[in-house]
């Protein structure tokens, strides 16, 4: 993976956007950088944050991966 900017992923707590980072890794080490920026978006009074914040922590804490949490206001 080689760009002008900083390579990250979107980590939504699904399971492709997991399977992706993880693939992501390897390929990113090729270029000499041994990790990846992640980040995951939830919205303040959601029905169900929990699941959303469970991906975006597993994901990083089982992998060479930098989490970035940010909740949007309510709409």
Known sequence: MIADVEVGALLSGGFEASIIAAIALPVRAETGKNRLRSFSVGSEGSA????????????????????????????
């Open 48 to 75: 169900d944050p929990g699941i959303d914040r469970a991906g975006g922590d597993l994901i990083p804490s089982r992998n060479r991966i930098d989490p970035s949490r940010q909740f949007a206001p309510r709409l």
